[in-house]
């Protein structure tokens, strides 16, 4: 587990843009334009050894999300 959570506030208002933009608002999985209310912003690598920077953060659309579950 990480030793400190974000804030939502943050998460939501500095990092999911900053994800958003810099993979051009497209899913990395399938390049389908994303909008922020319908995207997820995942961690490649979750769990103890994720962090929040932008290089382990990706964008992912709703749909490839759903194929996960
Ligand atoms: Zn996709």
Same mark, same amino acid.
């Given at each position: 587990?990480?030793?400190?959570r974000l804030p939502y506030v943050v998460w939501y208002q500095?990092? #999911?843009?900053?994800?958003?933009?810099?993979? !051009?608002? $497209?899913?990395?999985?399938? @390049?389908?334009?994303?909008?922020?209310?319908?995207?997820?912003?995942?961690?490649?690598?979750?769990? #103890?050894?994720?962090?929040?920077?932008?290089? !382990?953060? $990706?964008?992912?659309?709703? @749909?490839?999300?759903?194929?996960?579950?």
């Amino acid at each position: 587990m990480p030793k400190s959570r974000l804030p939502y506030v943050v998460w939501y208002q500095n990092i #999911r843009p900053a994800v958003l933009k810099r993979d !051009n608002y $497209r899913c990395t999985s399938c @390049s389908k334009l994303v909008s922020h209310d319908k995207c997820h912003i995942d961690h490649i690598i979750s769990g #103890r050894f994720g962090s929040n920077r932008l290089s !382990n953060l $990706r964008t992912l659309c709703i @749909s490839f999300i759903k194929t996960l579950q």
